[in-house]
């Protein structure tokens, strides 16, 4: 009795323990789908009610967004690796439409970590492939998920992180803009003096007395505030003056001694502090320029390690919620600063080159 009793508890237990999953319906779903109002069909289930979709379906559809990332996948761990803002580098397969596996359907036990940190996402295994719940999708990874009732239509929605073209917002907005950054930036000021009036006067620059700012002080270096020319802390110009828009231009010194981790763990620092300081100004951080051949120290500084940064730069923008202008395109041909567009020394733009950046700025405005 004893032997028949421990045999029908553990069939109960073992029940109970396959229970859930086999309780789930799972189908598949016949619900269209768009990402930023453009129709797009991919392989995706609806699982007791939530649409589920694969993992690198998404990557793919949301790459040239604001809400990219990319995706990873350890064997030996078991584990997926998301970092968000990164460019997503496809497999292979990805949008392809199978058969319904729905047969197949068992929850995932894998881990997936989304920028380095654990998440806790709904996941299940169908045919072999990872499919995650869509609106969890979108509040880790950072993009709207909606639904259009009467059409059936999953809403995809990407955050706009990267400034995109609009109409020439006009004079009136670059007279909005503080220009915060270094050499590169103090340009616009010397020029605007020099007879550019299409850039901004010294008034909305700011930089260090010295005309340049390396990124890696950006909590101890001094500014000259235009209203009083006193030098000060960036943050406490921020809190005095709370500019509309903010555009910061940093990193080219930067990038010839601080690695990745270090160059991104400044920025964020930097942005964090200036929307503390003045939580309503709109925070744009713009690419850095490219160089030309005649630059001569490419080996510290380079358009390799220029476009590298760049993408760096963006993901912090896509990471604290701020803009990402990408003027780096206004100036560079065929990947490289013109000799006619440096002014000298095959780094600095030109007044003219300062000009193009200008008309970028109000052909890609936040509004």
């Given amino acids: 009795m004893k032997k028949l009793f421990s045999v029908l508890f553990a069939a109960l237990l073992l029940l109970s323990l396959f229970t859930p999953a086999m309780a789930a319906k799972v189908v598949r779903s016949s619900q269209t789908m768009t990402v930023d109002g453009r129709s797009v069909s991919c392989e995706a ?4 009610g939530n649409n589920y979709f694969k993992l690198r379906d998404l990557a793919q559809l949301l790459s040239g967004t604001g809400s990219r990332f ?18 997503y580098v496809p497999v292979g397969g990805e949008l392809e439409m199978g058969a319904d596996k729905s047969s197949t359907a068992v929850r995932s036990t894998q881990t997936i970590l989304v920028n380095g940190k654990k998440a806790s996402l709904s996941a299940w295994t169908i045919g072999g492939n990872n499919y995650f719940k869509l609106r969890e999708l979108g509040d880790a990874l950072g993009f709207d998920v909606g639904y259009a009732e009467a059409t059936r239509t999953v809403t995809v929605t990407s955050h706009p ?10 004079r009136s907005y670059l007279d909005q803009i503080v220009f915060l950054g270094d050499s590169t930036t103090y ?4 020029y605007y003096r020099q007879g550019y009036t299409a850039l ?26 235009p209203a009083t020319g006193e030098e000060i802390k960036i943050a406490d ?11 910061i231009t940093l990193g080219v010194n ?12 400044d920025y964020t620092a930097l942005v964090n502090s200036v929307k503390e300081a003045s939580p309503d100004t709109r925070i744009i951080l713009n690419s850095i320029y490219p160089v030309a051949d005649s630059y001569e120290y490419q080996q510290s500084i380079n358009n390799d390690k220029i476009n590298a940064a ?12 701020v803009r990402f202008l990408y003027s780096w395109e206004a100036v560079a041909v065929k990947g490289k600063l013109p000799e006619s567009s440096q002014n000298g020394d095959g780094l600095h733009l030109t007044g003219e080159a300062f000009g193009l950046v200008m008309q970028y700025i109000r052909t890609h405005a936040w509004r």
């Fill in 45 to 48: 289930y609806n699982i007791d």
């Fill in 70 to 87: 990319s995706v990873g996948y350890d064997e030996a761990s078991r584990t997926v690796t998301v970092v968000t803002g990164e460019v």
């Fill in 161 to 170: 992180t990267r400034l995109a073209k609009t109409e020439d917002a006009g």
């Fill in 187 to 190: 340009g616009i000021g010397y």
């Fill in 200 to 225: 901004v006067p010294p008034s909305q620059v700011w930089t260090p007395k010295s005309g340049t700012l390396t990124l890696s002080y950006y909590d101890t270096a001094n500014i000259v505030y």
């Fill in 237 to 247: 110009a921020v809190k005095r003056a709370k500019p509309a828009y903010m555009v």
């Fill in 254 to 265: 930067g990038i010839s001694f601080m690695d990745k981790d270090w160059f991104i763990r």
């Fill in 310 to 321: 760049n993408g760096w730069i963006e993901s912090i923008a896509a990471n604290t919620g």
